[in-house]
């Protein structure tokens, strides 16, 4: 197995829920992320990516911005890639 830090690789995870995405991004990760993590791993990193929190003191108006603007979007673009997850993760 090839060795890419932790840090790196944990960034191309993030990058998958970014509004600005390429799909051909996700599809490409997907197919090759097994040459450097397995899927517990990113699995873990999905999940934990998926419970994101909010930045600390902040007020309910900037609550509700963080919540419509950052963690819907980032829960919305992790629900999709794990189908073709499961699939690749199969074979």
Not at 3 to 31: E, G, H
Not at 66 to 91: E, T
């Amino acid at each position: 197995m090839r060795q890419v830090s932790f840090p790196f690789w944990r960034s191309l995870c993030m990058f998958a829920d970014n509004p600005f995405a390429d799909t051909k991004y996700n599809k490409t990760f997907l197919m090759t992320y097994k040459s450097f993590t397995s899927t517990n791993e990113l699995f873990d990193i999905l999940v934990t990516r998926f419970s994101t929190q909010p930045p600390e003191n902040i007020t309910p108006a900037e609550f509700d911005e963080w919540k419509r603007l950052k963690q819907h979007v980032v829960r919305a673009r992790l629900v999709l890639p794990p189908s073709p997850l499961l699939v690749c993760a199969q074979r």
